[in-house]
């Protein structure tokens, strides 16, 4: 008779069984009836003790800095796809805060990132070029070339300034805002002999030493020229010029 009152009444709770179930299905209740007041005030919370928890987690991370290291080098092993998800989730996210810091972090080793970078591209170079012939060779490469040279036509006209430097082996470098700067001294007029025409339409970078001539491409060797002095000017010596202009004897 017991066995079988055992059998029936094996699942019937206890009264400490039902009180916790009773418990529990109360405070889900609870939570369910006031989940925004809880929000609110976890939120609140947060804000007002956030430097607090902030000093007590770096003293907790200080005193436990290599099991937590070696937790997280583990947890990272174990959970590569995990990883990788949450790494592309920030980086959509933050976009501007990734450029930063591979920015900062390319200033603070650009020599060592430098000589890896040549070695790789001398070590892979064929590889390299015919990758490069194949991307470029496509009519949308072409396209976004074409848009870039017209809307940049500065920056385009800079690099192929650095680009005839380094043909000759020139020394000296400038930007865009050195030519900026340039036009403010000549107040927007040509730095021709006589001339003094004003280029706010339309002027040439020119070296006042040609490149081909020795001269560097520092923004000390610059001058604003309206198109007519520049194609007059051409690769001449400054002296030469000016000797032709009647300026020298």
């Given at each position: ?50 430097e ?32 990788k ?20 972090r390319?200033?603070?080793n ?35 070339r ?21 043909k ?34 339309e ?10 001539r ?11 020229l ?24």
């Amino acid at each position: 008779m017991n066995e079988v009152n055992d059998t029936l009444f094996a699942d019937i709770p206890s009264s400490d069984e039902a009180k916790k179930e009773h418990d529990r299905l109360v405070h889900k209740a609870y939570l369910e009836r006031n989940k925004e007041r809880i929000a609110a005030y976890k939120k609140e919370y947060n804000e007002r003790t956030k430097e607090e928890r902030s000093a007590a987690y770096k003293v907790w991370y200080e005193k436990n800095k290599d099991t937590k290291l070696a937790y997280a080098r583990e947890w990272k092993k174990n959970n590569p796809d995990k990883v990788k998800d949450v790494f592309d989730r920030w980086i959509e996210n933050n976009p501007e805060r990734r450029k930063e810091h591979y920015r900062k972090r390319y200033w603070k080793n650009k020599h060592s990132i430098s000589i890896r970078t040549r070695a790789y591209y001398f070590a892979n170079r064929d590889a390299i070029c015919e990758r490069e012939r194949k991307r470029n060779s496509t009519p949308e490469a072409k396209e976004k070339r074409r848009q870039y040279a017209l809307n940049n036509l500065d920056r385009r006209l800079l690099n192929e300034r650095r680009r005839r430097a380094r043909k000759f082996n020139s020394g000296g470098d400038h930007t865009l805002e050195d030519i900026n700067k340039l036009f403010e001294l000549q107040r927007g007029k040509c730095a021709g002999a006589n001339c003094k025409k004003s280029i706010k339409k339309e002027y040439h970078v020119d070296h006042v030493v040609p490149i081909a001539r020795g001269g560097s491409n520092d923004k000390y060797n610059l001058q604003l020229l309206c198109p007519t002095c520049n194609m007059r000017k051409s690769a001449r010596d400054p002296i030469v010029h000016n000797q032709s202009l009647g300026l020298l004897l």
